[in-house]
């Protein structure tokens, strides 16, 4: 089983940043990806960005150029950087984690706001 503990979200003002962290322990083998997702009320629940093996990383169309993501293999950790800030990334922040078995497994989630 694997734990995964996330951190960092938070109130924030429009254009401004927050960085989350999210960090995987417990029968950890190998990682394969980890990935966050977000979840709007009343929307369904969206990639925002993975980070798979050789550290390539796939980002939604919405996040581009604002967000980057990127992990800490040693402490198999992953991080979602969040610039330039709009009230519509407002949402709950999930991690998740693919292992190279499979697994699949995902953190409880962390509340960013953006608001004046």
């Known amino acids: 089983q694997v734990q995964l503990v996330e951190s960092g979200g938070g109130l924030v003002q429009p254009g401004g940043s927050l960085r989350l962290s999210c960090a995987a322990s417990?029968?950890?083998?190998?990682?394969?990806?980890m990935s966050w997702f977000r979840q709007a009320p009343g929307k369904q629940r969206e990639l925002v960005a993975r980070?798979?093996?050789?550290?390539?990383?796939n980002y939604a169309d919405s996040v581009k150029g604002r967000f980057t993501i990127s992990r800490d293999n040693a402490k198999n950790t992953v991080y979602l950087q969040m610039n330039s800030l709009k009230p519509e990334d407002t949402a709950i922040y999930y991690c998740?984690?693919?292992?190279?078995?499979?697994?699949?497994?995902w953190g409880q989630g962390t509340q960013v706001t953006v608001s004046s």
């Open positions: 417990g029968n950890i083998f190998s990682i394969h990806s």
């Open positions: 980070i798979g093996s050789g550290d390539s990383t």
């Open positions: 998740r984690v693919i292992l190279s078995n499979s697994y699949i497994g």
